[in-house]
């Protein structure tokens, strides 16, 4: 019974480097999302999606980008990362079905991705 | 939009004791309201939410919270704190005709300790 697996869990980078946090679960949800968590500021959306092929902007999108590869799959991607994106990364899922964006409750969560910018 | 307030960054109780963790949201319509519980390198689950009815629900692990529609509260609650509560708490909002652009809206978190 996975639920939401991220991978990986850890990463550092440098500077200008890219990389993409990969998602995916396994509840036939078809709404999922990225949020980053910081100390003292709580989650913060990036972006969502609420079926496949679409997305859209959440709370703090500058910086990067997402594909919902499949109904399962949805990845982040940090073209050139910056020292200010230097967080913990969650992804979640759920059932949303008339697209309301969470109106229907409980997320799931998975177990986040650590990443550090040098 | 909505918000939501936790007052408090760092709750610490004793062993045995009360546990109240405080929210209070701001929200034009009337609102779902969440508690979200994560442990140490893990992701947050949920604890508990009211939507619409009794407005006193209760959660996994003993804890219950209040809607408080005329302070626009939703303040957490355990009887007696154990070691294993410690974590941090997330209160969230959303309201409950959809979230629209802003989504579930969460507080910036509690930090709960148990001294023992």
């Known amino acids: 019974n996975a639920g939401v697996t991220q991978t990986p869990k850890f990463q550092v980078l440098k500077t200008g480097q890219s990389m993409t946090l990969q998602c995916a679960q396994d509840?036939?949800?078809?709404?999922m999302y990225w949020y980053r968590q910081d100390p003292g500021m709580g989650l913060r959306l990036i972006y969502y999606?609420?079926?496949?092929?679409?997305?859209d902007k959440g709370e703090v999108p500058n910086g990067y980008n997402v594909s919902r590869l499949n109904k399962r799959e949805f990845s982040l991607r940090l073209e050139s990362a910056a020292p200010s994106q230097t967080s913990v990364y969650f992804c979640?899922?759920?059932?949303?079905?008339?697209?309301?964006?969470?109106?229907?409750?409980?997320?799931?969560f998975g177990e986040g991705s650590r990443l550090t910018v040098l | 939009a909505q918000s939501v307030t936790q007052l408090g960054s760092h709750v610490s109780v004793s062993e045995g004791a009360l546990v109240l963790l405080r929210c209070n949201y701001s929200?034009?319509?009337?609102?779902?309201l969440f508690w979200y519980v994560q442990y140490p390198n893990q992701g947050l689950q949920l604890l508990l939410k009211?939507?619409?009815?009794?407005?006193l629900v209760k959660g996994i692990n003993g804890f219950e919270a209040e809607f408080k529609k005329s302070e626009t509260s939703f303040h957490l609650t355990k009887p007696s704190a154990h070691m294993s509560d410690a974590a941090e708490y997330f209160c969230?909002?959303?309201?409950?005709?959809?979230?629209?652009?802003?989504?579930?809206?969460f507080g910036k978190g509690t930090h709960l300790i148990i001294q023992p």
């Open positions: 979640a899922s759920n059932f949303d079905p008339e697209g309301k964006r969470q109106n229907t409750g409980e997320l799931f």
């Open positions: 509840m036939n949800h078809n709404s």
């Open positions: 999606s609420a079926s496949e092929g679409t997305t």
């Open positions: 929200s034009s319509v009337p609102p779902y």
């Open positions: 009211y939507t619409t009815g009794a407005t």
């Open positions: 969230a909002v959303i309201p409950y005709s959809g979230g629209g652009a802003d989504g579930l809206t």
